[in-house]
């Protein structure tokens, strides 16, 4: 099987400007996961998908947003991106919608606001 | 907040040698994994270990869990260059759901 696959892997943006990201899970995962990783904050979760609802969302300001289709991928928005946005945001599918089945992330992709 | 807290945060060691990390968490939990990631890469999940389970083994990978004192432990036997990494533990958010609260990672340098 494929693994999780994130595009665009980077990504260059201004401040003030939106940015859209994109996750297609493992074939027949149902569950996506994201996460922002950043030297000072470390990884910290963003929100959490299952079955196109949103079931659990980290404590980000609502620029961030997201959403997840009917095929299980999944897009996260950021608006108005600041200079601390920059990070690399990390995408995770699970089979299943509990925390008993391991997550498989994606590469990631490096996102960096001038 | 992060649930989890490694120890060390920095670990340099030979070929050949253990390493092993700790972590801290702070709240209840049915299960906790370990995960690696690849200097600015994805993460690989490496072991999950179930809240009533006290050790667990994968390969040169051996896993503890202590409950009662909210710890884990990793320990990697026989080290090569290619474990250098970042080493995360991970506790789940909730009951409900897959969220994962990561701490902030030991980085184990491995040198030949």
């Known amino acids: 099987k494929a693994g999780v696959t994130q595009t665009p892997r980077y990504l260059i943006k201004t401040r003030g400007q939106q940015v859209t990201l994109s996750c297609s899970p493992i074939?027949?995962?149902?569950?996506v996961s994201w996460y922002q990783q950043t030297p000072g904050q470390g990884l910290q979760f963003l929100f959490e998908?299952?079955?196109?609802?949103?079931?659990n969302k980290g404590n980000f300001p609502g620029r961030f947003s997201g959403r997840q289709f009917s095929n299980s991928r999944s897009e996260m928005n950021v608006s108005t991106l600041e200079l601390g946005d920059s990070a690399l945001y990390l995408c995770?599918?699970?089979?299943?919608?509990?925390?008993?089945?391991?997550?498989?992330f994606g590469p990631g992709t490096r996102l960096t606001v001038t | 907040s992060q649930q989890g807290e490694e120890d060390p945060q920095a670990l340099s060691i030979q070929e050949g040698e253990n390493a092993t990390m700790n972590c801290s968490y702070k709240?209840?939990?049915?299960?906790l994994q370990w995960y690696r990631q690849n200097s600015g890469r994805g993460l690989v999940h490496l072991i999950l270990?179930?809240?009533?389970?006290r050790e667990k083994h994968s390969g040169r990978l051996r896993v503890t869990l202590d409950t009662s004192k909210k710890s884990s432990s990793l320990l990697i036997t026989a080290s090569r260059a290619a474990d250098t990494a970042s080493y995360f533990c991970?506790?789940?958010?909730?009951?409900?759901?897959?969220?994962?609260?990561f701490g902030k990672g030991t980085t184990l340098s491995v040198s030949s």
């Open positions: 995770a599918s699970s089979l299943e919608g509990n925390s008993a089945y391991e997550q498989y």
């Open positions: 991970a506790t789940p958010l909730n009951q409900a759901g897959t969220a994962l609260i």
């Open positions: 709240t209840s939990i049915n299960n």
């Open positions: 270990i179930r809240s009533n389970e």
């Open positions: 074939s027949g995962h149902r569950s």
């Open positions: 998908y299952f079955s196109e609802t949103q079931r």
